[in-house]
């Protein structure tokens, strides 16, 4: 059984750093593709980054593009966002996902193990 548990979040002041893991277990990152979507109150879930298992290719919202970046360490069996430079609009409660895929994709439908979600807030 997938399990997906994620760590770090909290609140951190416009232009500061954030790091999100998500730490699997019952499964082999090697052939899942992983997904960091977020929502925000009121909004839908949209897609942050993405990176599939085939070769490691990654892909960005353009809302963060240069901005935030994801990662893996399969010793660790964890992938990871690095967010930087954050703003007041990256406020959400931030979702990993991870599917059985060699391409990861964009829409959060396409992706059947889930995180619990971690808050992310932005303010000064």
């Known amino acids: 059984q997938v399990q997906l548990v994620q760590s770090g979040g909290g609140l951190v002041q416009p232009g500061g750093s954030l790091r999100l893991s998500c730490t699997g277990s019952?499964?082999?990152?090697?052939?899942?593709?992983f997904g960091w979507f977020r929502q925000a109150p009121g909004k839908e879930r949209e897609v942050v980054s993405i990176m599939s298992s085939a070769d490691g290719s990654t892909g960005y919202a353009d809302s963060v593009k240069g901005r935030f970046t994801i990662s893996r360490d399969k010793a660790k069996n964890t992938v990871y966002l690095q967010m930087n430079s954050l703003k007041p609009e990256d406020t959400a409660v931030y979702y990993c996902?991870?599917?059985?895929?060699?391409?990861?994709?964009?829409?959060?439908?396409?992706?059947?193990?889930w995180g619990q979600g971690t808050q992310v807030t932005v303010s000064s």
């Open positions: 019952g499964f082999n990152l090697d052939y899942y593709s």
């Open positions: 996902a991870a599917e059985r895929r060699a391409l990861a994709t964009y829409y959060h439908g396409d992706f059947g193990s």
